[in-house]
Every structure is written in structure tokens, then in C-alpha cells.
């Protein structure tokens, strides 16, 4: 089993561009999450899934878009990004509310 | 609203010393606690987890954590540190629903020789 893996581990964009960070797991798991982390901030809830075909805001969703078209997947847009989009995002799986698995991570730099 | 607070940003300990990060949570139902290790440029594993039952919570490489819902805390424990302790750890508190985790600032924990 692979987990939850996250593509691209890195990227660089200019102000104003898109992107779709893509997270995939291989638990069967019904609820995924993306996070946000920056230093001193701890990780921050930007969206979450309860299940396929569902959505909902988590603590910092603006700038932010995702869709769950297939249960394994979860992906995170972003439409137009800013400097202040900077941060490492991680994505998370879990089964209902038990203990959430993570991946390893986005470096995403916005210039 | 929840939210989970740890005490200290860093903590430094010597190879061998007692280790002791603290975390205390504020919720308005009986809450699910964790605590997650993270190693540079990793993502985050977990490290143990509180949902019912005993308060006192044994996990991996030696870690254990008491739930105190008296102190509404969650403080993580080590006998005896090592230098492959060295991490940022996350305590983190769970409502009974859905799962939404909240997490607190971090705590980076350095192990000196």
C-alpha cells in the first residue's frame, strides 16, 4: 500500500497562476482533508470531503478550490495564486473520525 | 470552538532526560486527543491517540500521553530522550464528528549529545 501520496512534491508559480495539487489514497478511506502549514501556525484546515461527490470549507478555504469526483482522490486548486499562498500543504485520509494518515507534502512557492 | 494550545515553541532536552511537551485543549463535548511527530520535510505520523476508555495513552517509540479532562490537558511524555527524538511534534484535538482535526502551533523538540 502506497498511503496517501501527493503530486508534485514541488513547484514554483508566479502570482496570478493556477495549479491543482492531486492527493491519492489507497485506504478506501471516506473522509480526506487538505492542510496548510506555515511556521508557527501549526497545520490549518482549508477543505475537507466527507465522501465522494462532497465538499465542505474548512478553517481557511479562500483562494482555494477542490473537488472529489472519485473516492481515492482529492484535489486542490487554486485559481489565482498569491505570495501569500506560499506554504507546504499536505493532504490526509482517514476512516470516519479516527486517526487521520498524511502524505508528504507540497512545497509550493508563489513569486 | 476548540482550540489546543502547547506550551513552548521549542524545547531542548538532554540525550537521556525526561522528556515533556505540554498541550492543553479547550472543547465543549468529550474530545478525541492525538499528538503527530513530524521529521524534517516529512509529513506528519502518528504518534498515539485518546478516544474512550484508559486516560493514560501508550504509543510509539516510547511516547505516552494522560488525558486529564480535569486540566483539560494532554501533555506527552518520554522517560528518556534520544536523539532520534528530534522532531517537530503537533498535539491535536477531534469533536465527535467528521473527523476535522484542529492542531496546535507545533513543538520542536531538539536532543543535545
Known amino acids: 500500500n502506497a498511503g496517501v501520496t501527493q503530486t508534485p512534491k514541488f513547484r514554483v508559480l508566479k502570482t496570478g497562476q493556477s495549479m491543482t495539487l492531486l492527493c491519492a489514497q489507497d485506504?478506501?478511506?471516506?473522509?480526506m482533508y487538505w492542510y496548510r502549514q506555515d511556521p508557527g501556525m501549526g497545520l490549518r484546515l482549508i477543505h475537507y470531503?466527507?465522501?465522494?461527490?462532497?465538499?465542505a470549507k474548512g478553517e481557511v478555504p479562500d483562494g482555494y478550490n477542490v473537488s472529489r469526483l472519485k473516492k481515492q482522490n482529492f484535489l486542490l486548486g487554486l485559481e489565482s495564486a498569491a505570495p501569500s499562498q506560499t506554504s507546504v500543504y499536505f493532504c490526509?485520509?482517514?476512516?470516519?473520525?479516527?486517526?487521520?494518515?498524511f502524505g508528504p507534502g507540497t512545497r509550493l512557492t508563489v513569486t | 470552538a476548540q482550540s489546543v494550545t502547547q506550551l513552548g515553541s521549542h524545547v531542548s532536552v538532554s540525550e537521556g532526560a525526561l522528556v515533556l511537551l505540554r498541550c492543553n485543549y479547550s472543547s465543549s463535548v468529550p474530545p478525541y486527543l492525538f499528538w503527530y511527530v513530524q521529521y524534517p520535510n516529512q509529513g506528519l505520523q502518528l504518534l498515539l491517540k485518546y478516544t474512550t476508555g484508559a486516560t493514560l495513552v501508550k504509543g510509539i517509540n516510547g511516547f505516552e500521553a494522560e488525558f486529564k479532562k480535569s486540566e483539560t490537558s494532554f501533555h506527552l511524555t518520554k522517560p528518556s530522550a534520544h536523539m532520534s527524538d528530534a522532531a517537530e511534534y503537533f498535539c491535536a484535538v477531534s469533536d465527535d464528528w467528521g473527523g476535522k482535526l484542529i492542531f496546535g502551533q507545533g513543538t520542536e523538540l531538539s536532543v543535545k549529545p
Open positions: 485506504m478506501n478511506h471516506e473522509y
Open positions: 490526509a485520509s482517514s476512516y470516519l473520525n479516527y486517526e487521520q494518515y
Open positions: 470531503s466527507v465522501g465522494e461527490g462532497t465538499t
